[in-house]
């Protein structure tokens, strides 16, 4: 029973992101990341001795304990490049905002060079 709930579930994960890929709701190149995490709880949940095969290569004598491990590095990558990607876009935001205030200053200055120049109609007169 157990199965098929992971099963629906691993399936549910990645029609999930690919609708959101598809609403421009999420990055492309994130939902990569989670889409196979989505295809690695379906086939886990098809060939649950899968993990019992890796864990015996690897020598963790509890199988549950890689799924914990995966897991583990699963989110740490991912909280990871979230952090990478607030680095940059907070670069781009300070970057911005120096643009910003200098076209502010060469507005402000070129509506003051303006004023200060006479008219063409006071200068004929």
Do not use: C
Not at 30 to 45: D, T
Not at 75 to 94: A, D, G, M
């Amino acid at each position: 029973m157990y199965r098929i709930f992971f099963a629906f579930f691993g399936i549910a994960a990645i029609i999930y992101i690919l609708i959101k890929v598809k609403k421009n709701k999420f990055s492309e190149s994130r939902s990569i990341f989670w889409v196979l995490g989505g295809i690695a709880i379906f086939l886990l949940s098809i060939f649950p001795k899968t993990i019992d095969k890796i864990s015996a290569i690897l020598g963790i004598n509890h199988p549950p304990s890689l799924l914990f491990l995966l897991a583990s590095i699963f989110i740490i990558y991912s909280v990871f490049k979230l952090e990478e990607e607030i680095t940059l876009t907070k670069e781009q935001l300070k970057d911005l905002a120096h643009k910003n205030a200098i076209l502010e200053n060469k507005l402000i200055e070129g509506s003051e060079n303006r004023q200060k120049r006479p008219d063409k109609d006071t200068l004929a007169k």
